[in-house]
């Protein structure tokens, strides 16, 4: 390097050597403790952060070599050399120890590099060698470098036998180490410098363009401006002195004051304890002479000047000019804020004399380690405001290059990897820059560079399509390029940029926004110009034609066409309503038809998934693989369609809606399936058979599993939603994708049947019906009961065009495969308004018998919640028909149990028996009731509980116990009271008959008055007959509540339970006494009947029960979601509450009857007619009045509202 020596004295160098001088005599060691306790004083480090404490410094510095290679330990300091030096050649970034680093030593690297290629690691190993070596190695670089200043070996000879005791050396050579450190570092390279003087000076003889001997010189000269007395005197005047005031900063800021004199009290510490240690006070003589300045006259411009000098070259300031600056800023007592603003004006002079625009983008940063240094914080907020209006003004200045380069320089190459990183590094370097927010301006004129840049690579993008016979693969291969573009955007490096800086820099969604928009305008322009719009066809999808005939919608290409219009939105992020107002018009019909394909292959898996089952336990569960299976397929289909995004509401729930069509088909399928081979299985058992096989209880678990899944697939918020968004868009118009014209959910219920009795013997039946017509399906039968109830319930879709005529026929089952016919009878579905809902009752004329049944019907909408209803219903449908099937085949013994002859039995056995006071109390004991007959009833219900509780899920179970519980309350009921239909059976007319002494009505019966008894039994029963049945209700009540799941304890109080109650105070009365009740029962049903006429305009519409009870009609979309089920339950508890007046009145004729035998026959007899006179004509009236309700609303005459007003009447 060569060196020109200045003729004179530099002004502006002086106070720099003056500073260093005083400094170096007063650092710390700068190597790690190890090294610093052997040997005191090392060579000063070029590290940046400045070694204040050296406890710190210890801590901080605990690895100081990079090791590599094996993680063993070398055996000796000469392998861990051979280790270090092969890390260094190799490229591996190294350290000689913690404060130096050796890319800013480079000769000292290359004196590492040339000294392992002379050394032999397996020879040469002593120490005396090495060194020896090394010097030679230095002597050559040297020579090469600087003939002029061959004896600055020493300096590096130093850092040496530093790293070689930073290493493993033994005692010995630790040692000897010891002592060529101490000769090399007590000798002197010129007559006033040590090597620990040398670094810095070194440095400033570089920047300078001066050699070291003038620098050492300049020393001599100003070593007499350094005395402790000129330090102290200097350190006195400076202490008090306050360069800003608190109104320099913000108004109501007292903090920011308080911190900025925080960090200067701070500063001006560390100056004093270090110039006190190095010149402690003199003792003895005082000191002669006038205090002389040790820092410049204007240290603020002196600072610019040596800071224009440090930047001459044009690069970034090294970390040993950072530590001479430090030094000046120590001594000088530079305010940290002045520093800041001094150092980024300096780098923006540096910009303007070279160009080099990566002055600008590390300005700050430089800055940063001076302000810290000076103790004061890098918070722009708190700075004083003169600063903060000087930093904005300088930024600016900083900013604007930055920003020129980009969009001038960067931005047209914007999609290569390596310019993009260098737009992220100053986009970075702006938004640090900006303290005040990042201007509008370059906010502006970043994205109209971005903007034209996008369009003219969408432009490009457009004009590579052939301009002539486009074809299906060109839009592809389009669309692919705009998704790499967009792969691009959302690369790593982007996301995190965008994480960080998106609040300054939009300039990535603005290159997604505009290349979306420009393909899939394109795209659809594309696609129009190439085919006709869609039409439906008969499978429901809609199809489009193109004009090329060699262009299909099945074909792979369009597909992925379709595919990647998705994958564009997606990864672009393009606002949903521009993406509607582009695409989902356009193409809506064709994600329709990929729908509807979708569909028929979930289809096809699901049906795959029922077939396939084995009815193998979910291990730990009681159901089996296809529940699972089947439930993560719907889950999948409805996530995909999710996964549109699709933006149009109508669209989505038309989209939506053909999946949960699809879900309710299945389960349908489904619930059909296992319902009808669990019923075959049970039919099909005998006597001697376990009550449910393994298969069949899988089954069974089946059924209930997926009607507790039901609501994590027909999500609550979801199909509310999709339903409100159909509805809305469906008022005053029947779409057919929502109301399927023409079609009804129907759904008959077979009731019960009354005087059901073999014509020839008189004897109950072991009865069934079966159903023909739109339904063909059949209840269970009942066995040897006069009266049986089925309550079951059997639905169709079917077409509302014309009435629907179903025939129902009545069988007595002799064996499981031979059935005696007994009677037909055909009934017109008309879906008459004022039949929905309502109890009908056919008589068959041969035996006086009648069916009793009701249906009801609704539109099928193409709505989830519809579906959900439906799927739920019919799910419930089927458990409760197994459920009662189930219990069927046990419940023998609770039949038999309550009879007139086990009850006498249980008399003659033992006449005394356990009484029971209020049913619900606390205080009776269910252990005293003792009747064998009713014991082992109960033992056999609960060991069969325990048996199918092994098999069964629990809510099966519980469905169980409260079947049982039902069908043990109606064998109680029936045991104690005639039923009220007795009053018309041959049997009961009969007896009237005979007690009238009616000659024509006994010929025409064919039975003579001597044939009569009034009852088969000796009569009705006594109160402690009934009191010894209601003790057995209890036992059986105690005893099915423990094996019933808490929260369904109250399930158990039901209204049958409720009328045995009622029974059994009611006994008590007198025949007056129940007329009297019963006329008090009517005037209540009166009151309710009359408010029925009253809310006849109510929107949860109302029929009525044969007894003459409300009920509101339960419909499938009332079923379809949590809300309207919880609306639903509500409205049944009122619905009971008021039942209990119908059906108490009913119950006082039934007690009545019993009681009283044939002589209340014409008392009941016409109180029932009576009623049913008052209850049609309430029907007729409320069906009056909804005409005229229709009428009005259509604008009807006044003549014919009068003559309705009138019936109504």
Not at 358 to 384: D, G, M, V
Not at 445 to 474: G, M, Y
Not at 794 to 807: G, K, L, M, Q, T
Not at 980 to 1003: E, F, H, P, V, Y
Request: neutral net charge; aromatic residues 10%.
């Amino acid at each position: 390097m060569e060196q020109r020596r200045p003729s004179g004295p530099n002004p502006s160098l002086d106070p720099v050597i003056k500073a260093v001088y005083i400094l170096y005599k007063c650092e710390d060691a700068f190597l790690p403790a190890k090294i610093s306790s052997l040997v005191g004083e090392s060579p000063p480090s070029y590290g940046s952060n400045r070694l204040i404490n050296p406890e710190m410094y210890q801590r901080n510095n605990k690895k100081i070599v990079f090791r590599s290679g094996s993680p063993s330990k070398p055996e000796s300091v000469f392998d861990e050399l051979e280790t270090f030096c092969a890390t260094m050649q190799a490229g591996y970034p190294v350290k000689f120890y913690a404060k130096i680093d050796l890319d800013e030593v480079p000769s000292f690297k290359l004196m590492l590099i040339r000294f392992k290629q002379t050394w032999n690691p397996a020879v040469d190993r002593q120490i005396s060698k090495v060194v020896q070596l090394f010097m030679m190695a230095v002597a050559e670089i040297l020579k090469t470098q600087d003939p002029l200043n061959t004896s600055f070996h020493l300096l590096y000879l130093a850092y040496f036998i530093d790293l070689l005791l930073t290493m493993q050396p033994t005692e010995s050579e630790q040692r000897e180490l010891l002592m060529q450190r101490s000769n090399t570092v007590n000798k002197s390279l010129t007559l006033n410098m040590k090597i620990q003087e040398m670094p810095k000076f070194l440095a400033l003889a570089d920047v300078y363009g001066t050699t070291i001997n003038y620098i050492d010189q300049r020393v001599i000269a100003l070593k007499g401006e350094c005395r402790p007395l000129d330090i102290r005197t200097e350190l006195e005047q400076k202490k008090s002195y306050r360069r800003y005031k608190q109104t320099d900063f913000e108004p109501d800021r007292m903090m920011d004051y308080l911190e900025w004199m925080k960090g200067r009290d701070e500063f001006f510490q560390l100056a004093t304890s270090q110039y006190e240690r190095a010149y402690p006070y003199p003792t003895g003589a005082a000191v002669r002479g006038r205090p002389r300045p040790v820092s410049p006259d204007s240290p603020y411009t002196c600072l610019d000047r040596v800071l224009d000098v440090f930047l001459t070259s044009g690069r970034d300031l090294p970390n040993i000019l950072i530590d001479i600056l430090c030094d000046c800023t120590l001594v000088w007592q530079l305010d940290g804020y002045e520093v800041f603003n001094s150092v980024l004006k300096a780098y923006v002079r540096a910009y303007s004399a070279t160009g080099k625009l990566e002055l600008l983008e590390s300005a700050r940063n430089a800055a940063k380690k001076l302000l810290k240094f000076t103790r004061l914080p890098y918070k722009i907020e708190i700075w004083p405001i003169p600063i903060k209006s000087q930093l904005t003004q300088i930024m600016t200045k900083i900013n604007g290059p930055l920003m020129n380069s980009i969009c001038v320089d960067l931005i047209p190459d914007f999609f290569n990897p390596q310019t993009l990183s260098q737009i992220i590094l100053q986009l970075t370097s702006i938004k640090f820059n900006s303290f005040a927010g990042v201007d509008i301006e370059l906010k502006q004129k970043l994205e109209k560079a971005v903007v034209e840049f996008v369009d003219a690579r969408n432009t490009k993008r457009t004009r590579q399509l052939p301009k002539t016979n486009i074809s299906l693969t060109d839009l592809l291969n389009m669309l692919e390029t705009a998704i790499q573009d967009l792969l691009y955007l959302n690369s790593q490096l982007l996301s995190d940029f965008e994480t960080r800086h998106s609040t300054e820099w939009n300039f990535v969604q603005i290159l997604r926004y505009k290349t979306t928009k420009s393909v899939l305008r394109d795209t659809c322009n594309i696609i129009k110009y190439l085919s006709q719009p869609p039409v439906p066809d008969q499978s429901g999808k809609y199809i489009r034609r193109f004009n090329n005939p060699e262009f299909t919608v099945d074909s792979p290409v369009y597909n992925s066409i379709l595919e990647d219009i998705l994958s564009i939105k997606s990864l672009s992020q393009f606002p949903n309503d521009e993406f509607s107002k582009i695409v989902e018009q356009r193409f809506f019909y064709d994600y329709y038809s990929r729908n509807v394909e979708r569909c028929a292959q979930l289809e096809s898996y699901a049906l795959n998934a029922i077939k396939n089952d084995q009815f193998v336990h979910v291990e730990g569960q009681g159901y089996s693989k296809s529940v699972v299976d089947l439930i993560a397929l719907f889950e999948k289909y409805l996530n995909d369609i999710k996964a549109l995004n699709w933006h149009n509401d109508f669209q989505r729930a038309r989209l939506y809606t053909t999946v949960y069509e699809t879900i309710a088909d299945i389960l349908n399928f489904y619930s059909e399936t296992l319902t009808t081979q669990i019923v075959e299985a049970l039919n099909s058992s005998t006597g001697s058979d376990q009550l449910i096989d393994e298969k069949s209880a899988i089954k069974i678990n089946d059924l209930y599993t997926m009607i507790s899944k039901l609501d994590t697939v027909f999500k609550d918020e979801v199909i509310d939603a999709l339903s409100k968004i159909i509805d809305s868009h469906t008022q005053g118009n029947n779409d057919a994708m929502v109301v399927m014209k023409g079609k009804k959910l129907i759904s008959i219920k077979i009731l019960r049947a009354e005087n059901i009795e073999d014509p020839s013997t008189g004897k109950p039946l072991n009865a069934f019906v079966a159903m023909t017509g739109c339904i063909n399906d059949k209840t269970r039968t009942i066995h040897q009961d006069a009266y049986p109830e089925w309550s079951e319930e059997f639905e169709a879709v079917i077409d509302n065009s014309r009435p629907h005529e179903i025939d129902m026929r009545i069988f007595d089952e002799i064996k499981k495969d031979q059935s005696k016919f007994i009677e037909s009878f055909e009934y017109s579905l008309r879906f008459d308004p004022t039949k929905d809902g309502v109890p009908q009752s056919i008589v068959l004329a041969k035996n006086y018998a009648n069916i009793h049944f009701t249906y009801t019907y609704e539109t099928v909408k193409n709505d989830p919640v519809f579906y959900n209803g439906r799927i739920r219903t019919t799910l419930q449908r089927s458990t409760q028909r197994i459920m009662k099937l189930l219990v069927s085949k046990y419940i023998k013994l609770v039949s038999n149990a309550f009879t007139r002859e086990s009850l006498d039995s249980m008399f003659v056995e033992l006449e005394q028996f356990y009484k029971i006071g209020d049913f619900f109390s606390e205080d009776n004991d269910p252990s005293q009731i003792t009747d064998s007959i009713i014991v082992d009833v109960e033992e056999t219900l609960m060991s069969t509980v325990l048996i199918v509780s092994q098999d069964l899920v629990s809510k099966a179970v519980d469905e169980l116990i409260l079947n049982t519980w039902e069908v043990t309350l109606t064998h109680a009921t029936n045991l104690i009271l005639l039923p009220l239909a007795a009053i018309k059976s041959s049997k009961m007319l009969k007896q009237l008959a005979s007690l009238q002494q009616d000659r024509n009505l006994l010929n025409r019966l064919s039975v003579s008055v001597k044939q009569l008894n009034l009852r088969s039994d000796s009569g009705p029963l006594k109160l402690e007959e009934i009191e010894r049945v209601i003790s057995w209700v209890y036992k059986l009540f105690i005893t099915m509540r423990t094996n019933l799941a808490d929260d369904m304890h109250d399930d158990m109080v039901t209204p049958l339970l409720e009328q045995l109650l009622d029974v059994r105070a009611l006994y008590r009365l007198s025949f007056q006494e129940l007329q009297i009740q019963y006329k008090n029962a009517l005037k209540a049903c009166q009151v309710i009947l009359n408010s029925k006429i009253e809310s006849f305009a109510a929107a949860s519409p109302t029929t009525t029960y044969s007894n003459g009870g409300l009920r509101r009609k339960v419909s499938v979309m009332r079923q379809g979601s949590t809300t309207n089920r919880k609306v639903e339950t509500n409205e049944e508890h009122k619905e009971q509450a008021e039942n209990r007046c119908f059906s108490g009145r009913e119950l006082i004729l039934r007690v009545a009857l019993t009681k009283e035998g044939p002589k209340a026959i014409e008392f009941v007899t016409s109180r029932v007619d009576e009623f049913t006179r008052f209850t049609k004509e309430v029907d007729a009236k409320v069906a009056a009045q909804k005409l005229i309700k229709q009428r009005n609303g259509s604008n009807g005459s006044a003549r014919s509202s009068n003559r309705l007003n009138t019936l109504a009447e």
